[in-house]
């Protein structure tokens, strides 16, 4: 079994300490992590904010050219990667070759974004002075990443931090280290100095409580479930830290009857089956209109049955396992507290013991109720609730009867509906025709209690800048 280290202070380091890496699609470990505890993990915050003094002072340039070296190497690395994401999350390979590819998108994107921290000047309303609006990179920054994207949702944090100017210290989740570790060889290949870019793996109580009382860390960027952010923002109230939240989703979609329907079951199915459900922005429920909701359960049943299931790893697998047993037994509630309160279960609906691992059969559920859990709760697992409606006004209300507001879907071909929908859905994000929108280029984030902030786009490296008016007199 592989042992792998810690990056800190641009060196390796293993220490005594490690955690087990379990394959999901077998149930057992097949690799361990070196851990390292809050004593050090302060060290690395010290050594952070020692670089950081420098790597401000190059050139936004000079940085996207480190992060395009970051991209070259993942590139010449991606089938090695991908297929350690499938160890470590159970994601089918293409998947995660798709996740691999998009991490490199996010790279150099924000590599050519780092030469455009742009201020600006404003007219003044005072004779003798001149306004001017400056932007400054944060200092050091904490990033979390979850263990459902574990590559593309660590560059996600990351690169715009690293092209703003900022040091990272990159926190993964426990289940899925390995990727992180992929990055920072990347990084150390392309020579980043040391201090920039720091691994640290351990207790998340121990980091997450040194990261957020540390007056040295100066921004946090979390991706994970509301409850844990909302601990997160109770400990940052005493230092007033700024926090970046990407936390639960419950998406909707809605299926309009003047929709192409084969269109809208494709769009469904992949927004809710991609990454065998373990998504924030998955499709959690989906509402039909009545003229077509027959025809559309019919299709829909017949291609999520058509599904392949097994280890990410064999050839023309599109749902793997869940990422472990909690996840299982989530899942099996879910399902049966739906047919508990009338809903039918058209197919699926069970854990697979045939095979080891932790694997859910791909399941359908019409006619569900609005008060079932799954209609309720984030559902991390291959599992579409579908139920019906008349008109668009109930679909909206229905849809926004939520905490969460990362992302919706709808599918129609009223241009004039599409807008009444873009303007009226409580969500962050909101794909027309569409179940995969999310780009490189454009903002990522949510709404109400799917947290605080932007990833991507502008303003994913807008949000590891500081904002400075210098008022300058001149008369």
Same mark, same amino acid.
């Given at each position: ?249 419950? &998406? =909707? %979609?809605? *299926? !309009?009857?003047?929709? /192409?329907?084969?269109?809208?079951? $494709?769009? +469904? ?114 599992? &579409? =609730? %579908?139920? *019906? !409606?008349?008109?668009? /006004?109930?679909?909206?209300?229905? $849809?926004? +009867? ?74």
């Amino acid at each position: 079994m592989k042992s792998y280290p810690l990056y800190l202070n641009g060196e390796w380091l293993r220490t005594k300490a490690v955690h087990p890496v379990m394959n999901p699609a077998t149930g057992r470990a097949f690799a361990s992590v070196s851990t390292v505890d809050r004593a050090r993990v302060r060290q690395a915050v010290a050594e952070a904010h020692a670089a950081f003094l420098s790597w401000r002072q190059l050139t936004g340039k000079a940085r996207g050219e480190f992060l395009q070296k970051i991209a070259a190497q993942m590139e010449r690395r991606r089938d090695e990667i991908a297929r350690l994401i499938t160890l470590e999350n159970g994601k089918p390979l293409a998947q995660s070759h798709a996740e691999v590819a998009m991490s490199i998108d996010h790279l150099r994107w924000f590599a050519e974004e780092a030469r455009r921290a742009y201020g600006r000047i404003v007219p003044n309303q005072v004779e003798g002075k001149r306004h001017l609006v400056i932007k400054s990179p944060m200092g050091v920054a904490g990033a979390i990443s979850p263990w459902n994207f574990p590559m593309v949702l660590g560059v996600r944090k990351a690169a715009p931090a690293l092209a703003a100017g900022c040091t990272v210290m990159l926190k993964p989740a426990r289940q899925t280290p390995l990727s992180s570790i992929a990055f920072a060889e990347c990084v150390h290949a392309a020579q980043l100095p040391a201090g920039v870019f720091q691994l640290v793996c351990g207790a998340a109580s121990e980091i997450g409580q040194e990261l957020l009382e540390n007056p040295l860390c100066r921004k946090i960027s979390f991706t994970g479930s509301t409850e844990t952010g909302q601990l997160l923002i109770r400990g940052a109230a005493l230092g007033v830290k700024p926090l970046s939240l990407e936390l639960g989703g419950q &998406a =909707p %979609v809605l *299926v !309009f009857q003047d929709a /192409e329907i084969d269109k809208a079951v $494709a769009g +469904a199915m992949i927004a809710k089956f991609r990454n065998t459900g373990q998504s924030c922005i998955a499709a959690n429920r989906i509402y039909v209109q009545r003229p077509i909701y027959k025809k559309f359960l019919a299709l829909f049943v017949a291609k999520t049955k058509a599904l392949k299931v097994g280890d990410g790893l064999e050839a023309g697998v599109e749902i793997g396992p869940l990422i472990d047993k909690a996840a299982l037994a989530k899942a099996s509630e879910h399902v049966e507290d739906a047919v508990q309160k009338g809903a039918r279960l058209l197919c699926g609906g069970q854990p697979l013991t045939r095979r080891k691992g932790f694997f859910f059969e791909p399941t359908v559920l019409a006619d569900v109720p609005d008060t079932g859990l799954c209609m309720r709760e984030e559902t991390f697992a291959p599992i &579409a =609730p %579908v139920t *019906v !409606f008349d008109t668009e /006004e109930e679909a909206i209300r229905r $849809a926004n +009867a939520s905490n969460y507001g990362l992302s919706a879907y709808a599918f129609t071909n009223d241009l004039r509906r599409a807008f009444r929908l873009m303007e009226r859905l409580e969500a962050g994000m909101i794909g027309i025709n569409d179940g995969v929108p999310t780009t490189s280029q454009c903002p990522f984030g949510g709404v109400k209690q799917s947290g605080w902030g932007r990833e991507l786009g502008i303003e994913g490296m807008e949000a590891f800048l500081e904002t400075k008016h210098v008022s300058l007199g001149v008369g």
